[in-house]
């Protein structure tokens, strides 16, 4: 008599078996993207902030949420964010600006704990600044004149 290795409760038989997954099971505990920001926003409005910075906050943190296809807080991460800073058609100042809210909102995040770590602190963005123009000695002669 030939014994399978496996007999008992460890026998299987030749049929499928599906593995849920876990992730899936998790979510309904995970805190939805949309009803956070709502929940951001008006302790914002309650804290004082100035209606257009806040406007200009959702309008910016919506648009990262929907470029990367963020459902739950817990789908926010360091790599999502350099996607979303990499696929801007922008300037480098313009995505100083959308980074600098998006940092302001993720505080929000971690000051209410939905956010374990301040993964955003590390990006930065740098940015030429322009060198301005040097005065011709003609402008200081002038200028001296006017002070005598």
């Not at 004082?48 to 990367?68: A, D, H, L, W």
Request: include cysteine; proline fraction near 1%; aromatic fraction near 10%.
């Amino acid at each position: 008599m030939s014994r399978s290795r496996k007999h008992g409760v460890f026998a299987v038989s030749g049929d499928v078996v599906a593995i849920s997954n876990k992730r899936k099971e998790l979510r309904k505990d995970d805190k939805e993207i949309q009803k956070t920001l709502e929940t951001i926003f008006h302790q914002m409005r309650i804290a004082g902030n100035r209606p257009r910075t806040i406007e200009s906050y959702e309008y910016i943190f919506k648009q990262f949420v929907e470029m990367c296809h963020i459902e739950y807080v817990e789908d926010i991460n360091i790599d999502k964010l350099y996607h979303y800073l990499d696929v801007l058609e922008v300037t480098p100042a313009t995505k100083l600006i959308r980074l600098k809210s998006i940092k302001a909102v993720l505080s929000k995040f971690y000051n209410n704990s939905w956010i374990k770590e301040r993964f955003w602190s590390i990006i930065q963005i740098k940015i030429d600044k322009g060198v301005k123009k040097g005065t011709k000695e003609s402008d200081i002669d002038k200028l001296l004149q006017l002070i005598d």
